[in-house]
């Protein structure tokens, strides 16, 4: 168990806690309204510099909003603080031209 979290199951799906799973619910809910669309779990994003491929960065969600993809993550405040985190989420803005949103 990581971080204390409890696992939870949804649809078949296991989240990795009790937030992320009630995120997916509004984001299901959001995505049958038409509020957005391309809704996509734990997208992996190649981190690659100079054509070397240095990481990979897995969101919780993806989507599409007004035409804009937005990528998120559900994470307490103990991981938001992790240097490896904070990397990673720096690269993404610097490689993929992606804010990651955090929940």
Do not use: W
């Not at 779990?41 to 969101?59: E, R, T, W």
């Not at 007004?66 to 990397?87: A, C, F, I």
Request: net charge positive; with cysteine; aromatic share 8%.
């Amino acid at each position: 168990m990581k971080y204390r979290n409890t696992k939870t199951v949804i649809d078949g799906v296991t989240f990795d806690s009790k937030k992320e799973s009630a995120r997916y619910s509004d984001l299901k809910l959001m995505h049958r309204a038409g509020a957005i669309t391309d809704l996509t779990l734990q997208p992996k994003f190649d981190i690659v510099i100079n054509g070397q491929k240095v990481c990979s960065y897995i969101a919780d969600f993806s989507y599409v909003e007004n035409g804009v993809t937005v990528v998120e993550d559900v994470k307490s405040e103990m991981t938001r603080k992790l240097p490896t985190y904070r990397l990673k989420k720096k690269l993404m803005k610097a490689v993929h031209s992606i804010e990651v949103r955090e929940i």
